[in-house]
Every structure is written in C-alpha cells, then in structure tokens.
C-alpha cells in the first residue's frame, strides 16, 4: 500500500536534546513538507523540499532543521534551539507541480520531559 | 486577524441531520480549497479539493466555493456517528506550495 509514515508515534526529549522525526513516502511523490499542530490551532508550515537536495524555510522554521537526501524521506530535527517543542508533527507529500492536493502521515506527538 | 477564520466549536448534531461546516479568507488569491477530516492523533485525511468557484459533490459530501464572498462550505448529508471527527478547511495560491489552514471545527454526531 502506498502511503507516509512518520515514525515513532510519540516522542519525548529531554532539555537539551535535539530529536529526530523521520518521515518516509512510497508515493513517488516530488515535494515534502514539515507541519506543527497545537492544539485549537490550525496546522502551521515549518520546512518544505521540492526536489532532492533542495528545501525552504516555511513560516515557523526557527528551532528546526531538515534534510532531503533521498526522494522518499524527509526527515526533520527539533534542535535545543526550540524553546517549546510540545505538539503533533505532521508530514505531508504531493506530486506534480503541486496544484496536487498534499496527503498526510499519521503523526508524531513530541513532549518534554 | 487570521488569514482563513473558522468556528472551532464543538457542533453537536444527531445521526441523520445535514452539517454544514463553514471557512472565510481574506486573500483574494486563494484559488484552490481543500477539506480534510481529522480522527484524534491521527493525520488529515483528504475529503474534498476544489479549484475556483462552484459546487462539487462525492457522496455524502458537498464543497461549495463561493469567491466573491471568500466563503467556503463543507455539507454532509446523512451524518453518522462515523463522521465524528475535526475538519479542517485550507487553500492556496496558484503556483505557491504552502497551505492555509484554518484551526478546524470539531463535529460530534450523536447516535
């Protein structure tokens, strides 16, 4: 079945620590992109990549960092610089010129300890 | 004030009644619209895309678009316990990649 997945579902970090969010697609799908959801809020863009190699800043990139080495993964780093990280990670993908609707994962929720 | 406002509620309706879920913007140049459905700690789920104005239907379900008044609507007929969930408006630019999204209104269909 083709489709995204974030992995792990829940994440804690501990203060000082940069974690790591993995997301990977077997959609062949061009463009990925990093979202956060707190709660009563709508979801808010943190880092895009249309192509392998290549990726920008979304609205909240501050604290975050990403890279895209491979077509199928788009992981995403919460560094210490991040001074409040609880929420819901969402990972989402699209083909083409993306006019395409994007498609999520499931998620993953990341809280301190 | 927000770029894409949307009633967070709850909307509590019984199982058969017609819902009828609402977004308004205020950037003119929103051209594409999208609904999602969201279950508790799970991903956005893609129910309804639309380009323009106009009405598109897929089952249950309705989007209507109307750019004039930058207002569109969600409408489900029949609703079911199943349909419980929180939808999320979001649109976008021609051309651009980001979405935006509004905070999303949380339906609960009693049995």
């Known amino acids: 079945d083709g489709g995204i997945t974030q992995s792990p579902k829940y994440l804690f970090r501990k203060e000082g620590q940069n974690v790591t969010l993995s997301c990977e697609q077997n959609?062949?799908?061009?463009?990925m992109y990093w979202y956060r959801q707190d709660p009563g809020q709508g979801l808010r863009l943190i880092y895009y990549?249309?192509?392998?190699?290549?990726?920008q800043k979304g609205d909240i990139a501050e604290g975050y960092s990403v890279s895209r080495e491979k077509k199928e993964s788009f992981p995403l780093t919460v560094t210490s610089a991040q001074k409040n990280p609880t929420a819901f990670y969402l990972c989402?993908?699209?083909?083409?010129?993306?006019?395409?609707?994007?498609?999520f994962g499931d998620g993953t929720r990341l809280s301190i300890l | 004030q927000k770029e894409v406002e949307q009633d967070p509620g709850p909307l509590s309706v019984p199982e058969g009644a017609i819902v009828s879920l609402n977004c308004t913007y205020s950037?003119?140049?929103?051209?594409?619209f999208m609904w999602y459905r969201q279950y508790s700690r799970k991903g956005p789920e893609l129910l309804m895309y639309?380009?323009?104005?106009g009405n598109k239907e897929d089952g249950r379900f309705t989007a209507q678009v109307d750019k004039s008044s930058k207002y569109i609507s969600l409408f489900i007929r029949d609703s079911q316990p199943s349909d419980s969930a929180t939808y999320l408006c979001?649109?976008?630019?021609?051309?651009?990649?980001?979405?935006?999204f509004g905070s999303g209104t949380r339906l609960q269909v009693q049995p």
């Open positions: 989402a993908s699209t083909s083409g010129t993306g006019d395409q609707p994007q498609h």
């Open positions: 959609l062949n799908h061009d463009a």
């Open positions: 990549s249309q192509i392998v190699n290549d990726f």
């Open positions: 950037n003119s140049a929103f051209q594409y």
């Open positions: 639309t380009y323009s104005s």
């Open positions: 979001a649109m976008k630019q021609s051309g651009r990649r980001a979405l935006t």
